[in-house]
C-alpha cells in the first residue's frame, strides 16, 4: 500500500477521519458526531478511538503522519485550538502535542478553512494555480486564501476572515456584533431569512410549500428556482448580486487566477453565477474581470485531504513526506512505520 496519511476535520457537529493517499484519494473514511458539549478531553479520546480504527482497519498502511483541520482561531504553527465558538469547552487544546505524543507520528493543524482551501488548490477545482481564493458559502461564509504559492496566514493565522468583511451599513446583525458583514447578507442562512420573510405560512407560495409552511432554507430557494417560481428567482438574483459584491472585493485585494466556491450554496451554483459574473464585470476594475469564478470540487471532504497534505505534499515544508525522503535519499534508511496506540 502506499504511504497515506491520517486527516481529521473537526467540526462543531461532525468529526470525520479518513486515509488519504498521496493523490488526494480518499482509501477510507469514518465519521461520528462531534458531541463538542462533552468538552475537548471526551473529543480528543474519540478521534484517538476513530484513529486506531482506520489503522487496525488497514494494517498494511504506512502511515506518515497526522493531519488536522478544525475551526478557528487556532494557531497552526504551536499547534494549538484557541476557543472555537462552535467547540463548547475549549481552550487553549494544544492538538498538536496531545496526538503526536499518542500516535508518535508527525502532527500538522491547520483551521478548516484554509485546509479545504489546501485541498480545492492542491486535488480540486484550484489544481495547477499560483493564487486562489477559497470562499465557502454555506451556514455562514468562510474563506482561505492561497497567495504566490503559500496559505497566507497573517498574524496569529488569523487571515482571510472574509466572512466578517463589511459590504454594507445595513440588515441584519452578524453573530460578530457588526451590521454588514458579507456572511450576514450572502450567506445560506440570510438567503433562507430573506425567503422567508417574503413569504408566510400558508400563503400557497412554492417557498412554503418546499418548506411544508416552515421557515424556509437556501436549499429551498434553489430547488424553487429551479422550477422557475418568481419570487425565488429574484431571491437568487439578489443572493448573486451580494456574492458578487464580495468576490469582486477578494479580486482586488488578493488578485487570484481563480475563485473557487463551496460550501452548501454552491449545488445552486450554476443558477447564481451569471448575476455574480455580472456584478463583477460592472464592479471589478478592468483588470480583474476575467478572472474564473468556479464551483468546488471536492465538497466535504476538501478539509481532509487538504490536512492530509500538509502531511503529503511534496514541497510542503516541514511535511512528514520530506522528511522520509531525506531519510531514503540520505542513508536509505525507510520511513517511520505506522506507530499507533495500544
Ligand atoms: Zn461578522
Not at 38 to 58: F, Q, Y
Not at 120 to 146: C, H, K, P
Not at 288 to 308: C, F, K, N, S, T
Request: glycine share 16%.
Amino acid at each position: 500500500m502506499s504511504t497515506l496519511a491520517l486527516a481529521f476535520d473537526l467540526g462543531g457537529t461532525e468529526l470525520r477521519g479518513a486515509l488519504v493517499e498521496r493523490g488526494g484519494e480518499v482509501v477510507a473514511r469514518v465519521s461520528e458526531p462531534t458531541m463538542a458539549e462533552a468538552g475537548s478531553e471526551a473529543v480528543i479520546g474519540r478521534i484517538i478511538a476513530l484513529a486506531n480504527k482506520l489503522l487496525d482497519d488497514h494494517p498494511q498502511a504506512k502511515v506518515l503522519g497526522i493531519g488536522a483541520c478544525a475551526p478557528g482561531p487556532l494557531d497552526p504553527k504551536a499547534g494549538i485550538v484557541i476557543g472555537p465558538p462552535t467547540l463548547s469547552g475549549w481552550h487553549n487544546v494544544p492538538m498538536i502535542d496531545i496526538l503526536s505524543r499518542q500516535f508518535g507520528l508527525p502532527v500538522r493543524l491547520e483551521n478548516d478553512a484554509n485546509a479545504a482551501a489546501l485541498g480545492e488548490w492542491r486535488y480540486g477545482a484550484g489544481r495547477g494555480s499560483e493564487s486562489l481564493v477559497f470562499v465557502t458559502v454555506s451556514t455562514g461564509i468562510g474563506g482561505g486564501v492561497i497567495a504566490d504559492g503559500h496559505i497566507y496566514h497573517g498574524r496569529r493565522g488569523l487571515a482571510a476572515e472574509i466572512g466578517h468583511m463589511t459590504i454594507t451599513g445595513e440588515g441584519d446583525r452578524c453573530f460578530c456584533g457588526n451590521v454588514g458583514c458579507f456572511e450576514a447578507v450572502a450567506s445560506g442562512t440570510a438567503l433562507g431569512r430573506r425567503a422567508t420573510r417574503l413569504t408566510a405560512p400558508g400563503d400557497g407560495s412554492q417557498l412554503r410549500r418546499l418548506s411544508s409552511n416552515g421557515d424556509v432554507s437556501a436549499r429551498h430557494v434553489v430547488e424553487a428556482a429551479r422550477m422557475g417560481d418568481a419570487v425565488a428567482r429574484d431571491l437568487v438574483e439578489a443572493e448573486a448580486h451580494w456574492l458578487g459584491i464580495g468576490f469582486t472585493n477578494l479580486l482586488h485585494l488578493y488578485s487570484p487566477e481563480v475563485i473557487v466556491m463551496g460550501g452548501g450554496l454552491s449545488n445552486g451554483f450554476d443558477l447564481l453565477a451569471p448575476g455574480i459574473r455580472a456584478t463583477i464585470n460592472e464592479r471589478a476594475m478592468q483588470a480583474y474581470r476575467d478572472v474564473p469564478v468556479v464551483p468546488a470540487e471536492l465538497g466535504d471532504r476538501a478539509g481532509l485531504v487538504g490536512a492530509a497534505s500538509l502531511i503529503l505534499w511534496e514541497g510542503e515544508p516541514g511535511t512528514a513526506l520530506s522528511m522520509v525522503q531525506d531519510q531514503e535519499t540520505g542513508d536509505g534508511a525507510s520511513g517511520p512505520a505506522g506507530a499507533r496506540a495500544g
